[in-house]
């Protein structure tokens, strides 16, 4: 996903003026994908400021779908 979805320059936009974006390794951070019930890669996970999830989309996504499930909580 990293080079076919987030390399997109809309997707990127969107990401770095809406969001701010972590992109975590599952196997490097087990507590986290435990925490949040992460059943495999690729998950997007989109947290309030408190740290809450208030949505998430798994499996891969091209730019214009991944960019429709971002202005649903961007």
């Known amino acids: 996903m990293v080079r076919e979805t987030h390399s997109d320059e809309r997707v990127a936009a969107a ?3 809406r ?3 972590v992109r975590l390794e599952g ?3 087990l507590d986290l994908v435990q925490k949040f019930s992460v059943p495999g890669a690729p998950t997007t996970l989109i947290l309030s400021p408190a740290g809450q999830e208030r949505h998430r989309f798994a499996g891969f996504l091209g730019p214009e779908d991944y960019l429709k499930e971002l202005a649903r909580f961007g």
Do not use: A, V
């Open 15 to 17: 990401l770095n003026t």
């Open 19 to 21: 969001f701010i974006p």
């Open 27 to 29: 196997r490097q951070h």
